[in-house]
Every structure is written in C-alpha cells, then in structure tokens.
C-alpha cells in the first residue's frame, strides 16, 4: 500500500473516530433524557402522562424504523442549517445522531424498566422529588445498563457511519467502498474490515468491562 | 374491642395519639376494569410510642392499609393524621416534608445496590439537602446501632438478608422519624433472623421511643413484639385489641385460625368427634384462660378442693405473648351449675376467665363443617376420664 494510501486511510480512521464519537455522545445527551421522559411518563411511571408517552413512542419508532440511508438524505434540509453544509464530515455526523438518539432513547428506557419499583416506592417513602427520583434512584441504578446501551449505540454507529460516504462523509467505509471495490484494491478492503472489526472489539470490551465495574447487582 | 389489661389501658392513654386513621376507604379499577375494595371504611388511633400491628391473610387489604399511612396510596376517602398533621389535607410539597417523620421498611428491603451501606443510609439525608458532615454524623451512629459499621463499605449484593433488612431499618432512621412502618419486614427471612430483626425493633421502639406500625402475615410477629393488633379480613378491620386480649378472646374465626399458627387455642377436632360421641349428660365443656401471674399460682388445685370439682383436662397450653405467661386449658365437668358457677367465679377473682364452650359438644351441623374453629384432625386415644382431678384429690 502506498504512502498515499496509508495517509488517506489514517484520514478516513479519523473521520470515522469522529463521526462515531461525536453523535454517539450528541445523541447520548439527547437519547438519555428522551428514555427517561418515555420511563416516567408511562402510564406505571412516577410522572404518568400516557398521551406525551405515546406521541414520543411514535416519533422513536418512526425515526428508528426509516433505513439510514433514506434518513441521510431526508434531512439534508435539516444539516445545511446545522453543519452549514450537506455533505462532509460535520454533515454526515447530524443524521449519525438523529439515527443514534432515538436508539439509545430505546436502550434507555429498557434499563431503566429493569430498576425495581420498590426502590422507587422506597425514596418515595422517604420524600424524594421526581426530579430526585430520577438523579438519586433511577440513573445510577441503572447506569450498567445505560452503558451496555451506549456501548450497543458505537457499535451500530461504526455500521450506519460507513453509509455517510453517500453525502461525502468519507469514514472508513466510504474508504472500502471507493478504493477497495470501484478500484479492485481487495487489500484496502481487507484492511478496513480488519481495522473496523478491531475497533468494535475494543469498543465492546471496553464498554463491558466497565459495565461490570459498575454494576453491584 | 377486648377490654385491655388495666396497665395498658393506662399507658396507651397517658400518651398521646401518634396515627389516627378516619374512615379510610382505598377502591381502585383493576386491569380488567372492576371495581376493587382493597381497605374499607377503617379507622383507629395508634398511640405514640406503641407497637402496632396489622395482621391478616394476603390480599386483606393490610399492604394498601399501611402504605395510606404515608400516603404512598391516597385513600379514595377518609383522612390520615400523622404526628398531629392531616396528611391527606397537605400540598405535595408539604407531604413530602412530612414523609421525613414516617420511616419505612419493606419486605424486599428495596436497598439501592449501586450505593454501599454507608450510602444506602445516608440517602434520605442526601434527599434531604444535608451537607456530607451532617450525614456522617448521623449515618455512623446508625450503623453502630444495627450492627453493621464493620459492613460500611460493602455493597447489599454482599450482605445477608438480615443484614439488608438492618441496613433498610438504619436508612429508615436516618431521617429521625417518629413513625416507623414496616411492610412484612421479617417475611423473606429466616425464624432466626425474623427474631433478631424484632428485637432491633423493639430496641428502637423502646430506646428512640418510636412508634412502629407492621403489617405481617405472621402471628408469631405480632405475639413476639406488638402491644396491640388490627386483624384485617376483606379490606376490614374485623378485631382491634391488645394483643393479650386477642390472644385470650379471639372473636372472629379468621382470628382464631391466624392465633392457630402459634398456638393451639382450639379443641383439636379429632377430641371434639369423641366426645360428641359420647353419653355426656349434663357434661360442661370449659375453657380456662389464665394470663400474667396466675400462671404460676395453684389456683385450680385450690379450687378443686374448694368446690369439690371434678374434671379432665382435654386439652391446654402454656405460652408468652407480649412478655407475658398466657395459658388455657380446657376441661369436661360433670359438676353441678351452681358448683361451676362458684368456681367460675372464684377463678375469675383471681383474674381467670371461663367459657362455656358445650355448645362446640352439639352435633356438627352435616358434611365436615367443623371448618375454621378446628382445623387439626387428631384421635384421642383413651376416655376423657377425670384422671387430673383425681391426682390432685390424692396429692390433696
């Protein structure tokens, strides 16, 4: 490979790095309160409020069941006003991020479900706020399952991240798919496999190790 | 009501009232949309410093019963005081205010698992706004209290159910309330660790005064630390006495058969089909309840020489309840009215009371309707002859 090569593919790595990082954290600020206002407002939550949950369940599932690749297109209009630009890097990461808030919303939701309701009865006994309730009780109880969600979120993130080479993105994968196969370099596309499979790897890993660090269940 | 023991009766009037429920019903819609009673129309009055119990089999009402005592459920109607506040009458701010002098423990213990002990106790004080000196010097008396400062820093997935329940119980202190209410506490623990768990209870009940409140299913909690106790059946309070009282005099079958749990109080069925078998005759089938000191005092030996009394003894028990010695016995006379009747009332003197319970002798009505007042099915083998008495005359 080609010092040229090697350059442009350290490039793509970092793009990817970023594209993954930038709207997993963005999508995590927004997922996690998404999943918490979908837990309390439940019709079983501490703030039941059965028609916002509803609408908000809608609205998630819309955006979670659009395939990626619509999405990216869909909202270009969206990503000019916000990247200043609809193709590159910083346009690609807006859609990474819509695709990943409603995502982790979801992953959310589900750990906070699995904290046992007596601990809520329990800080309510004692005179907790919903708001306390929400800081003191729910999030740190569920923060092990918060964290495999967030870790489940990269990983599917580095897959949605390869499509961003559509809208110029660039990316590991927009590397494969230009110079591995429309050039016929097999090596590249060897390389960008390998490197995304080690990069899930560490992801993954890391993100169990500090679930179990985490969790005292 | 019994008529409570004249020292209780005193000390629950000296002080003065800690929880007093008015007319609290709890109806909700269930999943298939009926209409479901959990509590109806209770009220009662808890006095400061006493422990109370509510008993009754699952699905009483007790759990929603206990959880209006800090409004965790809002009755549908009545009123709730607690420590002289109306709590059904205060804003949700205020409620929660109030909740800080209501303790609560549970039978799952509901311990967070992401905070050790330390901070599993120091919760509601953070709840609280208290600054970390304040809630250090609050927790770690707690933990020396319930015996786990040793455990500080340990995680409840570590602990024992007992510890947990000791942790729950720091926790539920930390906020110095004035009430504590215990959801079947001992329930999900073992005979041992239920024991220990109520004498930390009655610990705390005694040396911070506290007023606890505990619903349980189990009979052997209420005989081994309440003052008085609340028998729940279908939502209703159906008995309310000390628990001395209920002991002696249950009046309601699902009563005698929770009582049946711990001691034996009815005539074993297996005796009473001998007996109705039987050529009894003018036969009396007595019931003597003995409590505190009579116990220990010959007073049936006396009054076998008295009266010239003469019977057999079919069935009896010694036990403690609240401390105190609390016995019967029942016995089959061929005594004369008038003779039972001076003997009755020379026991009763001496704080014995009797009950007739010939009735019970009468032909069960058809089909095995002995049902709830006697549960056992045992043989008794050889007659009912008066062998006691005659002891007694040959020792006399």
Not at chain 2, 118 to 146: H, K
Request: aromatic fraction near 4%; proline fraction near 5%.
């Amino acid at each position: 490979m080609s010092p040229e090569l090697l350059a442009l593919f350290w490039d793509s790595f970092l793009e990817t790095l970023a594209m993954v990082g930038t709207a997993g954290l963005v999508g995590a600020l927004v997922g996690i309160p998404l999943g918490v206002a979908l837990h309390v407002t439940d019709e079983q939550g501490i703030l039941p409020h059965p028609w916002l949950s509803r609408t908000l369940g809608i609205v998630i599932n819309a955006v979670r069941s659009t395939p990626f690749i619509i999405l990216l297109v869909a909202v270009i209009p969206l990503t000019r006003v916000l990247a200043g630009s609809s193709i590159g890097t910083a346009a690609a990461i807006v859609p990474l991020t819509i695709a990943a808030a409603p995502f982790i919303a979801r992953l959310v939701e589900t750990a906070l479900r699995e904290v046992d309701r007596g601990l809520v009865e329990a800080a309510q006994a004692m005179g907790a706020t919903n708001l306390q309730i929400v800081t003191k009780i729910l999030l740190p109880e569920a923060l092990p399952g918060i964290v495999a969600a967030f870790t489940v979120t990269l990983v599917s993130l580095v897959g949605y991240s390869a499509m961003a080479g559509a809208i110029g993105g660039g990316g590991l994968g927009d590397l494969g798919i230009r110079y591995g196969y429309q050039r016929f370099l097999p090596e590249v596309m060897l390389l960008v496999v390998l490197v995304l499979i080690a990069f899930v790897q560490i992801v993954q890993s890391a993100g169990d190790r500090l679930v179990r660090k985490l969790s005292h269940r | 009501m019994g008529s409570p023991t004249a020292g209780l009766a005193a000390r629950t009037d000296a002080r003065h009232t800690m929880i007093e429920l008015t007319h609290v019903s709890q109806h909700y819609v269930d999943n298939q949309g009926a209409l479901t009673h959990a509590v109806r129309d209770v009220s009662l009055q808890i006095a400061s410093g006493e422990i109370f119990g509510i008993i009754g089999r699952s699905g009483a009402g007790k759990s929603t019963l206990v959880r209006s005592l800090n409004l965790l459920h809002r009755p549908s109607s009545g009123t709730v005081h607690v420590a002289g506040r109306e709590l059904t009458a205060l804003s949700p701010d205020a409620l929660r205010e109030a909740r800080h002098e209501i303790g609560m423990i549970f039978q799952h213990f509901n311990l967070l698992s992401s905070r050790t002990v330390y901070g599993n106790v120091a919760l509601p004080l953070e709840l609280a706004g208290q600054s970390r000196t304040q809630i250090r010097e609050a927790v770690e008396p707690l933990l020396e209290l319930v015996g786990l400062a040793a455990q500080r820093d340990r995680y409840p997935s570590q602990l024992s159910g007992g510890q947990k329940q000791r942790v729950g119980i720091a926790r539920a202190l930390a906020s110095r309330p004035k009430v504590l209410l215990s959801d079947e506490a001992t329930s999900a623990l073992d005979p041992e660790t239920t024991r220990a768990i109520l004498d930390l209870l009655r610990k705390i009940n005694r040396e911070l005064g506290l007023t606890i409140v505990l619903i349980t299913h189990q009979m052997q909690v209420v005989k081994q630390i309440c003052d008085r106790v609340a028998v729940m059946d279908a939502g209703r309070v159906i008995e309310l006495g000390s628990v001395l009282d209920v002991f002696r005099t249950p009046q309601h079958d699902v009563t005698r058969a929770l009582i049946g749990d711990v001691i034996a109080h009815e005539l074993p069925s297996g005796i009473l089909e001998r007996l109705r078998k039987q050529e009894l005759g003018a036969a009396r089938l007595l019931r003597l309840a003995f409590t505190g000191d009579e116990v220990d005092r010959p007073l049936l030996s006396e009054a076998v020489r008295r009266f010239d009394l003469d019977f057999s003894i079919l069935h009896g028990q010694v036990d403690e309840v609240q401390g105190q010695p609390f016995g019967s016995l029942t016995i089959l006379t061929r005594a004369s009215p008038a003779t039972i009747a001076e003997a009755s009332a020379f026991l009763a003197e001496h704080g014995v009371s009797t009950e007739d319970l010939t009735a019970q002798l009468l032909p069960a009505p058809s089909g095995s309707s002995s049902g709830a007042s006697a549960p056992h099915l045992t043989l008794l083998r050889g007659d009912a002859v008066p062998l006691a008495t005659e002891a007694l005359n040959r020792v006399a």
